[in-house]
């Protein structure tokens, strides 16, 4: 009752899921305000419009159990092969590579989704969200983003002022690419209050009598319920012509909200409460858990059955599916509970952990998990039994819960002594797991404790690795370099590390020192396969980073060579060097390497190292001049690359998205972009310097362009990218007039051209050579070596800049004119028009604009833009979100081959309506 605006806007959102795709709703409000029964008739009415549910519900005890929230989800599905295809795939794996096994865990997910969302519209609900467990938030982040086109809406509930990270960060991460609205359930107005009192009571009643069960209740609709009814059943009401009113005066009535949910419980015979009580210490229990709810209780277990029974009958506990029993409402639940009193509760947790444990020394089944939990509610401070199950449980589930996992530990070290040598064992395991979840910033501290205590050995060097690893990916390199270098001044430490260590000299500025461990390293000796080809591929990065690709080629073949035939590590060091190459513009060894990684991963069934491969098959569909497949690409990789927090990865996609949407023209989506922080990686970050320094010449900042690229040169020009730099300088400075200064600069970088062994940086080097001296011979090279190199848009730029420095190059131009159009490079597709005018030449017609290619929705997108709209005002107006509308555009330009808004309103300007 009362919530029927609520449930009209939520029903109109999941309307709006066909045409916008992923819609997100979320519901907050305190307890009992009526969060569960909206959800509820909501389920019901979507239903009704055949759209496909799937509800979950989580509590206290769910927030434990990894997955679980995921998994109640798809159960809730009738039973068919997908169904339990992405069952099968939630079952917890200890000895499966995490990345492998939550790569698939995520895909069967996302294959749900997407079959379930083919033919009609499919709903997700969530109740409670804020207890809902970290295992399956992170799982949910990523399938919602990967299925964010889908027609399907999100639909959860919290607690208002929730301060669960884990959900917020699920509804921040999702907002990027879908629409989230907020709605907080307010009291019930006065009106609603006396509907739910007059059902209560089946009378109706009188304003004074609903004006008071208001204010006791302040309009919380469950507490309205159950104030009415302890009324009731306290003779506190009477009629008085067939309408109900008060038999005493309000100032009489002692009926708080509390006391009135207490009453429920309040008449129970001793013995039904005492098992009351245990039942709210365990949450949730199942039948076959009645003997053990028996000797919590403390009570002969005929007596805890006929108890049970009455609980049910009270309506106290219901049943709920095929998870047990439950309390009707969890307020009744945490009202028991908090009443038992700190003491009491700890007690009963003990006794329930103490009967667990003994099962478990009988050799009969017990729930882990469900132990652990009950331990460290009740364990006092120094309890080593206690710590050694967390510590298991931890263990247990570090290879495919490791938020789980973090959690255990934590709890495990808070029960330990400062002094305790099992602290560095757990600090440790706490490191490892939060690196394993991806949560670098938090896997530090630990790390660096445990380092405190660690002997020299295999686990100290894990512990060293990852902690330098994620004081690596949060920008702390100063930092790593530093560890790195005691790691390696304590002695013995292995060859992996001390590789990680050269590589991090080279982001400190420190290339000599760089260069001169390089041949140290590949002298150490190799413990293993799988440190041969993490050497290796350091190797190569290091290589790489220094532009020395022919070496950086030769160093990826030996990671190969080092992986001995393992299907695991030939794919690792398939996938990296991929990434790595491809960086460096090394097309055809890259696609090699990637096309025979994503079949091997394919014929292992491997999930590993997916943010590697995306990164080099998206950077060779932008190198090779695919870009639309290059954009469709980001859009499907994206999510996965940010969930594993692979941020040179990222940094990679990011970095072409703005180079495709600068030289496309859609400075509107450019923006956006160029707005994010810029990578951290030393080599993706100049990388993104000159396409930022692009977006900046097309807004028309030129000087600040300038500045940028200056800025990202540095000292020495061996570095990563720097001939792309000063190449975009030295063209700047000659069209400033600037000659002289354009040519030292080409001296410059003609001093270092000897070393420029990719294909990439040899067609710059010979472009802008070409151009600064006007020299057609050069600018032919430059053609021929992007042409082999497979650098199809550096080829089109050679070939426009060949065009215009020699009047006999007219086949060459249309070539690069075509080139452009086909690529959406207009600004460069007109400079290549411009100068085919100039020499008499005919230019190739454009594809038309035919009319009725827009959608409906693209359409009304269109004339938006048309009207001189801001997307965000779009959005508004048309309910969506703003990176909808982002989506809608670039579609609308490439169909329209336009690159700008004034060029769209021209476009629509001359289509009939």
Same mark, same amino acid.
């Given at each position: 009752m009362g919530r029927e605006p609520e449930l009209r806007a939520v029903l109109d959102c999941a309307d709006h899921a066909p045409a916008t795709g992923l819609v997100v709703v979320q519901v907050t409000g305190e307890p009992g305000i009526g969060k569960t029964s909206l959800l509820a008739e909501i389920a019901r009415r979507l239903k009704e419009r055949h759209v496909g549910v799937l509800a979950s519900a989580s509590d206290v005890l769910g927030k434990r159990i990894p997955y679980g929230a995921v998994v109640a989800l798809i159960r809730s599905l009738p039973?068919?092969?997908?169904?339990?295809? @992405?069952?099968?795939?939630?079952e917890i794996s200890v000895t499966e590579d995490s990345g492998a096994w939550f790569g698939r865990a995520c895909d069967r997910v996302v294959r749900l989704l997407t079959e379930l969302t083919a033919t009609r519209p499919a709903a997700l609900l969530i109740d409670d969200l804020d207890h809902v467990d970290d295992d399956s938030l992170a799982l949910l982040t990523l399938v919602l983003r990967r299925v964010s086109a889908a027609p399907l809406v999100l639909i959860t509930t919290s607690r208002s002022h929730t301060s669960e990270p884990g959900a917020e960060s699920l509804l921040d991460r999702v907002e990027q690419h879908a629409e989230v609205v907020r709605i907080d359930l307010a009291p019930l107005s006065g009106a609603d209050v006396t509907r739910i009192v007059e059902a209560v009571l089946q009378t109706p009643v009188d304003e004074g009598l609903a004006r008071e069960v208001r204010q006791r209740s302040d309009g919380n609709p469950f507490f309205v319920t159950e104030i009415a009814r302890s009324l009731r059943e306290l003779d506190l009401v009477t009629l008085d012509g067939n309408r109900a009113r008060l038999a005493v005066s309000p100032e009489a009535i002692r009926l708080?909200?509390?006391?009135?949910?207490?009453?429920?419980? *309040?008449?129970?015979?001793?013995? %039904?409460?005492?098992?009351?009580? *245990?039942?709210?210490? &365990? #949450?949730?229990?199942?039948?076959? !858990?009645?003997?053990?709810? $028996?000797?919590?209780?403390?009570?002969?277990?005929?007596?805890?059955?006929?108890?049970?029974?009455?609980?049910? #009958? @009270?309506?106290i506990v219901v049943h709920d599916d095929d998870r047990g029993y439950r309390f009707s409402h969890a307020l009744v639940g945490e009202a028991l509970y908090h009443e038992?009193?700190?003491?009491?509760?700890?007690?009963?947790?003990?006794? /329930?952990? @103490?009967?667990?444990?003994?099962?478990?020394?009988?050799?009969?089944?017990?729930?882990?998990?469900? +132990?652990?939990?009950?331990?460290?509610?009740? *364990?006092?401070?120094?309890?080593?039994?206690?710590?050694?199950?967390? %510590?298991?449980?931890?263990?247990?589930?570090?290879?495919?819960?490791?938020?789980?996992?973090?959690?255990?530990?934590?709890? $495990?070290?808070?029960?330990?002594?400062?002094?305790?040598?099992?602290?560095?064992?757990? =600090?440790? =395991?706490?490191?490892r797991v939060l690196a394993r979840a991806s949560r670098p910033a938090s896997a530090i501290d630990p790390g660096l404790a445990a380092l405190e205590s660690l002997e020299p050995g295999q686990e100290r060097t894990r512990v060293a690795t990852a902690v330098v690893s994620s004081l690596f990916s949060v920008g702390r390199t100063a930092e790593a370099i530093e560890l790195a270098d005691e790691e390696v001044a304590r002695g013995g430490a292995?060859?992996?590390?001390?590789?990680?260590r050269a590589v991090l000299l080279v982001y400190n500025n420190r290339h000599e020192d760089a260069v001169a461990e390089v041949a140290r390293v590949e002298a150490l000796p190799l413990s293993s396969p799988a440190e041969g080809v993490i050497v290796f591929e350091h190797l190569a990065m290091?290589?790489?980073?220094? &532009?020395?690709?022919?070496?950086?080629?030769?160093?990826?073949?030996?990671?190969?060579?080092?992986?001995?035939?393992?299907?695991?590590?030939?794919?690792?060091?398939?996938?990296?060097?991929?990434?790595? %190459?491809?960086?460096?513009?090394?097309?055809?060894?890259?696609?090699?390497?990637?096309?025979?990684?994503?079949?091997?991963?394919?014929?292992?069934?491997?999930?590993? &190292?997916?943010?590697?491969?995306?990164?080099?098959?998206?950077?060779?569909?932008?190198?090779?001049?695919?870009?639309? %497949?290059?954009?469709?690409?980001?859009?499907?990789?994206?999510?996965?690359?940010? *969930?594993?927090?692979?941020?040179?990865?990222?940094?990679?996609? !990011?970095? /072409?998205?703005?180079?495709?949407?600068?030289?496309?023209?859609?400075?509107?989506?450019?923006?956006?972009?160029?707005?994010?922080?810029?990578?951290?990686?030393v080599n993706v970050s100049r990388l993104h310097a000159v396409t930022l320094a692009e977006y900046l010449i097309a807004r028309g900042d030129v000087d600040e362009a300038y500045a940028l690229l200056a800025a990202n040169v540095g000292a020495r020009l061996e570095s990563a990218y720097s001939c792309l730099l000063v190449a975009r300088m030295i063209e700047l400075d000659l069209e400033r007039g600037r000659s002289h200064e354009a040519q030292d600069a080409l001296d410059r970088l003609s001093d270092v051209s000897s070393t420029r062994v990719s294909p990439w940086s040899r067609t710059t080097i010979r472009r802008i050579g070409g151009v600064v001296r006007r020299d057609p011979t050069v600018l032919k090279e430059a053609v021929s070596e992007a042409?082999?190199?497979?650098?199809?848009?550096?080829?089109?730029? @050679? !070939?426009?800049?060949?065009?215009?420095?020699?009047?006999?190059?007219?086949?060459?131009?249309?070539?690069?004119?075509?080139? &452009?159009?086909?690529?959406?490079?207009?600004?460069?597709?007109?400079? $290549?028009?411009?100068?085919?005018?100039?020499?008499?030449?005919?230019?190739?017609?454009?594809?038309?604009?035919?009319?009725?290619? +827009?959608t409906e929705a693209e359409e009304n997108v269109a004339r938006l833009v048309q009207q001189g709209m801001r997307n965000r005002d779009i959005a508004a107006a048309l309910h969506y979100s703003p990176r909808t509308i982002e989506v809608y555009l670039s579609r609308i330009y490439a169909k329209l081959h336009v690159s700008s808004r004034l060029e769209l309103a021209r476009a629509l300007d001359a289509k009939p309506r």
């Open positions: 039973p068919d092969k997908i169904r339990a295809e @992405a069952l099968a795939a939630l708080t909200r509390r006391e009135a949910l207490l009453r429920r419980v *309040a008449p129970l015979e001793n013995d %039904t409460r005492l098992v009351a009580r *245990a039942v709210a210490v &365990f #949450r949730r229990v199942r039948l076959d !858990q009645i003997s053990l709810l $028996a000797r919590v209780a403390s009570l002969p277990e005929e007596t805890v059955v006929a108890a049970f029974d009455e609980l049910l #009958r @009270a309506h038992v009193g700190p003491a009491q509760r700890r007690h009963l947790h003990s006794l /329930i952990s @103490a009967r667990l444990l003994d099962d478990r020394a009988q050799g009969l089944p017990v729930d882990l998990l469900q +132990l652990a939990w009950h331990l460290a509610e009740s *364990a006092a401070p120094g309890d080593r039994a206690a710590v050694s199950v967390l %510590t298991e449980a931890a263990a247990q589930a570090r290879a495919s819960a490791p938020e789980t996992a973090a959690a255990l530990c934590a709890r $495990a070290l808070q029960l330990l002594p400062r002094n305790a040598p099992e602290r560095a064992e757990l =600090l440790a =395991l706490q490191c292995p060859a992996s590390l001390q590789a990680q290091l290589t790489s980073l220094l &532009f020395q690709h022919d070496r950086t080629v030769e160093y990826a073949n030996r990671a190969l060579a080092c992986s001995d035939g393992q299907p695991m590590l030939e794919l690792q060091a398939l996938s990296v060097c991929a990434s790595i %190459t491809a960086l460096a513009g090394l097309v055809h060894d890259a696609s090699w390497r990637v096309r025979r990684a994503e079949e091997l991963a394919g014929q292992v069934g491997s999930h590993g &190292f997916r943010a590697e491969r995306a990164a080099s098959r998206i950077a060779l569909d932008w190198l090779g001049g695919h870009w639309d %497949t290059a954009l469709d690409g980001i859009g499907r990789w994206l999510p996965d690359v940010e *969930a594993a927090q692979a941020d040179q990865a990222l940094g990679v996609l !990011q970095t /072409i998205e703005l180079s495709i949407r600068t030289w496309r023209g859609e400075l509107d989506v450019a923006a956006r972009l160029a707005s994010l922080p810029a990578p951290q990686s042409a082999l190199g497979g650098l199809e848009f550096e080829k089109a730029r @050679a !070939q426009l800049a060949l065009g215009e420095v020699s009047d006999d190059e007219v086949p060459v131009l249309v070539e690069a004119y075509t080139a &452009f159009q086909r690529l959406g490079a207009h600004g460069l597709r007109r400079q $290549a028009g411009n100068r085919l005018r100039a020499l008499g030449a005919k230019v190739p017609r454009a594809r038309s604009k035919a009319p009725g290619l +827009l």
